[in-house]
Nanobody, 128 residues
Framework: VQLVESGGGLVQPGGSLRLSCAAS????????VGWFRQAPGKEREAVSC????????NYADSVKGRFTIARDGAKNNVYLQMDNLKPEATGLYLC??????????????????????WGQGTQVSVSS
């Protein structure tokens, strides 16, 4: 099981970035996925998640309407489109995933404990 993030960088406030996460070692279409953010000196916080079925997505209140999570189910790739970025979005963005049994395929939870596999992260800096 491996998760590899990419797409981070430096962007000005109001700009956009698209993060990608390549997940391997999972059976396609059976994993819930999530994005979390770790800012310096702060606790890790959940940003967004998507259920294994793709039918459920959840977002932190701070990013609703500006961030969009998506996936390429056939390849287990996960994306986070981030628009109208604000300086407080700065941090290390980590991709997370975990297998979901069929009965829970519509569930995702914005909580670290819901996910068992983690990537190393990609750094996002929002600054003028």
């Amino acid at each position: 099981v491996q998760l590899v993030e990419s797409g981070g960088g430096l962007v000005q406030p109001g700009g956009s970035l698209r993060l990608s996460c390549a997940a391997s070692g999972f059976t396609a279409g059976t994993i819930a996925v999530g994005w979390f953010r770790q800012a310096p000196g702060k606790e890790r916080e959940a940003v967004s998640c998507m259920s294994a079925s793709g039918g459920t997505t959840n977002y932190a209140d701070s990013v609703k309407g500006r961030f969009t999570i998506a996936r390429d189910g056939a390849k287990n790739n996960v994306y986070l489109q981030m628009d109208n970025l604000k300086p407080e979005a700065t941090g290390l963005y980590l991709c997370a995933a975990d297998s979901s049994p069929p009965a829970l395929s519509n569930l995702c939870v914005l909580n670290e404990g819901f996910f068992g596999a983690w990537g190393q992260g990609t750094q996002v800096s929002v600054s003028s």
